[in-house]
């Protein structure tokens, strides 16, 4: 392979063993006389929103029954469409996965998501909701349940959850970002308080 004809951005970030370390989304980690170079190529982002329930010590939760994070627990959202903006596609994925209609929202963090291997970088917008109408139901891709705060079942979610949600619990807002290698593998994160959000 010739690196000379590549118009990717090089930036050296460390000292490895000689041997090809494997895939990042955004590029390609490889070595030559024992120092590690990556090559950089822009990402495609997706937008979505995860909206976060709470009463009175609980948050309910929702096990997803299908798709992208089956078998975890997670809040509510999804992907924001072309024609609403971020606080509707909250309100809309709500209530299309748990059957509550959210009547206050309070954006409490912005994460970012990139899995090794994949271009796709994932923008998600974090949604306090202690005001809604409605009971949760069970939907077609969400099963609903309340847990006590000091409960959760973090064993059982994505293993970035631990990391942010007591800064959530706190009413502290936030900004993250996550590198995953598959979906239980953290490679690299960071985590900020921040004062305001966009």
């Known amino acids: 392979?010739?690196?000379?004809?590549?118009?990717?951005?090089?930036?050296?970030?460390?000292?490895?063993?000689?041997?090809?370390?494997?895939?990042?989304?955004?590029?390609?980690?490889?070595?030559?006389?024992?120092?590690?170079?990556?090559?950089?190529?822009?990402?495609?982002?997706?937008?979505?929103?995860?909206?976060?329930?709470?009463?009175?010590?609980?948050?309910?939760?929702?096990?997803?029954?299908?798709?992208?994070?089956?078998?975890?627990?997670?809040?509510?959202?999804?992907?924001?469409?072309?024609?609403?903006?971020?606080?509707?596609?909250?309100?809309?994925?709500?209530?299309?996965?748990s059957g509550l209609v959210a009547k206050c929202l309070r954006k409490i963090g912005i994460l970012e998501f990139e899995f090794a291997g994949d271009p796709v970088l994932l923008e998600v917008h974090v949604f306090d909701v202690t005001h809604y109408e409605g009971e949760p139901v069970e939907t077609e891709e969400m099963l609903p349940q309340w847990f006590p705060e000091d409960g959760i079942p973090y064993d059982q979610m994505w293993p970035d959850d631990i990391l942010w949600y007591p800064l959530y619990l706190k009413g502290t807002k936030f900004k993250g970002y996550f590198l995953y290698q598959g979906h239980d593998t953290i490679l690299e994160y960071t985590l900020t308080q921040v004062e305001h959000l966009p």
């Open 1 to 97: 392979m010739s690196f000379n004809n590549c118009r990717c951005l090089i930036q050296q970030i460390s000292y490895k063993q000689d041997r090809v370390l494997g895939l990042c989304s955004r590029g390609v980690y490889v070595t030559k006389k024992q120092k590690l170079s990556y090559f950089q190529m822009p990402a495609t982002r997706k937008v979505f929103t995860l909206a976060m329930v709470r009463k009175t010590n609980s948050l309910l939760l929702g096990l997803k029954k299908k798709g992208f994070g089956e078998g975890k627990w997670n809040g509510f959202g999804g992907k924001v469409e072309k024609d609403e903006t971020v606080s509707e596609g909250a309100v809309r994925e709500l209530e299309e996965e």
